[in-house]
């Protein structure tokens, strides 16, 4: 089944209340989109979470990300700072995915890492709690995070 008509598929049984919940064809159909994306790109100032990421990426068996220069920083006035520095990415490129990590909501609520498609529709994420609490430096946060986002749908380390 193509992306786009998992998609309609899934909203039709929620609007006809006979949707169950999600389906391996549905989880499959998230993966083959990410193995697929020929433009992703990475929102960053600098290349310390891109460098993380493709690490990640490699070893998952996946293309490598692009750093996508831009300045971030309004972001962190929005309500969900990662998910505003993805749809920053997404307007400002031409990404089939988005890779985006940044404050999760206020400041101290932690952090977010998302993986969005090219309409800015949420594929997989994950979170991790303040710095001040898990102790972690920035690489291990972004590894563990990234890492945690494609397992939730199904990836494995290669080799």
Request: with cysteine; net charge negative.
């Amino acid at each position: 089944m193509a992306f786009e008509k998992m998609i309609k598929k899934a909203f039709e049984e929620s609007r006809n209340n006979c949707r169950f919940g999600d389906t391996l064809e549905e989880i499959g159909e998230i993966q083959d989109y990410i193995k697929n994306a020929e433009k992703i790109y990475i929102p960053n100032k600098n290349g310390i979470k891109v460098e993380v990421l493709n690490q990640v990426l490699n070893e998952y068996g996946l293309q490598n990300a692009q750093i996508l220069h831009i300045n971030t920083n309004t972001a962190d006035t929005s309500r969900i700072p990662a998910l505003a520095k993805a749809y920053m990415a997404l307007d400002q490129s031409d990404a089939d995915l988005i890779i985006s990590r940044g404050r999760l909501g206020i400041p101290g609520s932690g952090s977010l890492l998302i993986f969005i498609d090219n309409k800015g529709r949420i594929l997989t994420c994950a979170t991790s709690p303040s710095h001040l609490i898990h102790g972690k430096t920035l690489e291990e946060a972004v590894y563990s995070e990234a890492c945690e986002a494609l397992e939730k749908i199904g990836f494995e380390k290669k080799g």
